[in-house]
């Protein structure tokens, strides 16, 4: 098999794999741009989902994300069989809050270590706000498996960018035909963004 | 199909003709938008990877934010009626001093100097007024190759009422436009390919169920 047909297929499949996420991104992308003609800046409404009686230590002092809190956080989610991707923060002394989010809902949980008190809110995402959700989400951060392959796959798309960049500008300079044109539309486009960035 | 030979061989139907010329009308496309946008792709896979690896990227750095370097500091006497809004304010000290352009406004409240944050593409300014002291302090933020790219990437356009602004606005909805023509155009390109398709099925299924999950369980 020769240089320019590993180009070519590399090109091709890594394009078919990557669909999904190339327009998942592009659609999001527009989607965050033009918020307001998708209605993305209205939030949903919340709705309860359960409040109980409930005991556990929270040691940490309060600062957003530690992992001290995270920890604490965590032993609640799975508690409460709500093991996921979250955030967590302590507003004061007497509170916690959870942020359990995945693409198509979003679940607040609300602690009163003094109260000793449990309220759970959900709520839910249209589709063009999970697809949002899906754009901004990347990296290891997050627990469990399901969470840290998908920042894998981010990864793989970002990569999979790059590549179509240089194979594609390998395919392009094979075309002898073509050449003129292209470089005409590589230079107008470098150019363009200089200048852009230069001037931005 | 060779053009100078075109007549030489039987002519193909009219319908195949047409169907061919705009199959090449797509790849076409497809290639040209391509190299043209090639510069905002590799931003956007570039910046893309240092905001998920931010940790990493930025553990070659003393400190996670760019430090501030003066640039100039200038006597400022101009005064403003308290009825005046810090935004107002801004926008005249930019004017002032030659740098008007995307920004937002911060402090001003309760006699706290009011600041400007000048947006750029390469160095931000601070522009920091001091309304006791009669003064204007000019800072750049040291250039940073990761915050450079985390900024070109959340910049979006259209939000402030500069034309620059929204130059960069259009070419950002070009480029968002055109990734949803690429994945269309590009499995288009691919079904006209038969000796590809069997492991071009495989990639495209193998793609589309792994996100389906995904989508579903995350």
């Not at chain 1, 992308?29 to 003609?37: E, G, K, L, T």
């Not at chain 1, 970002?158 to 035909?177: D, E, H, Q, Y």
């Amino acid at each position: 098999m020769t240089f320019d047909k590993i180009n070519r297929r590399t090109h091709l499949y890594m394009g078919l794999f990557l669909m999904p996420w190339l327009l998942m991104y592009g659609v999001s992308s527009f989607i965050v741009i033009h918020q307001s003609w998708f209605r993305s800046e209205e939030a949903p409404v919340w709705e309860p989902l359960f409040e109980k009686s409930y005991s556990r230590p929270v040691n940490s002092q309060g600062v957003n994300n530690e992992p001290d809190l995270r920890a604490a956080a965590q032993e609640i989610l799975k508690d409460c069989n709500l093991e996921g991707a979250f955030w967590a923060n302590k507003p004061n002394p007497d509170t916690m809050h959870i942020d359990r989010f995945s693409f198509w809902e979003a679940i607040r949980l609300t602690y009163s270590i003094k109260d000793q008190k449990l309220k759970a809110e959900r709520q839910r995402m249209r589709p063009n706000q999970a697809v949002v959700r899906m754009h901004f989400r990347g990296g290891y951060g997050q627990p469990t498996f399901l969470n840290k392959f998908w920042g894998l796959l981010v990864d793989i798309a970002c990569i999979g960018i790059i590549l179509w960049v240089a194979s594609g500008l390998i395919m392009w300079w094979r075309l002898p035909k073509l050449r003129a044109w292209g470089a005409v539309a590589v230079g107008g486009g470098v150019l363009s963004f200089l200048l852009l960035i230069w001037t931005l | 199909m060779n053009s100078s030979v075109a007549g030489e061989v039987p002519a193909a139907p009219s319908s195949e003709k047409s169907g061919r010329s705009i199959s090449r009308l797509i790849r076409r496309v497809h290639m040209f938008t391509g190299l043209f946008l090639a510069p905002w792709m590799l931003m956007y896979a570039l910046s893309t990877l240092v905001m998920t690896h931010s940790d990493f990227v930025f553990s070659f750095y003393s400190s996670k934010s760019p430090t501030m370097v003066t640039e100039r500091e200038l006597d400022y006497t101009r005064s403003f009626p308290t009825n005046v809004t810090r935004e107002q304010i801004g926008q005249q000290i930019l004017q002032d001093v030659g740098l008007d352009g995307t920004h937002y406004v911060s402090g001003g409240k309760d006699g706290k100097p009011v600041v400007v944050n000048r947006q750029h593409a390469l160095v931000a300014q601070r522009i920091t007024f001091d309304a006791s002291k009669s003064k204007v302090v000019i800072e750049r933020e040291e250039f940073r190759t990761p915050t450079f790219l985390e900024r070109l990437h959340r910049r979006r356009g259209y939000n402030h009422p500069y034309a620059l602004e929204d130059t960069w606005g259009f070419t950002v909805d070009v480029a968002v436009v055109t990734m949803v023509f690429w994945s269309l155009s590009g499995v288009w390109l691919w079904w006209e390919l038969k000796t590809t398709r069997g492991w071009g099925t495989l990639s495209l299924t193998a793609g589309v169920v792994l996100f389906a999950i995904f989508a579903l369980l995350l």
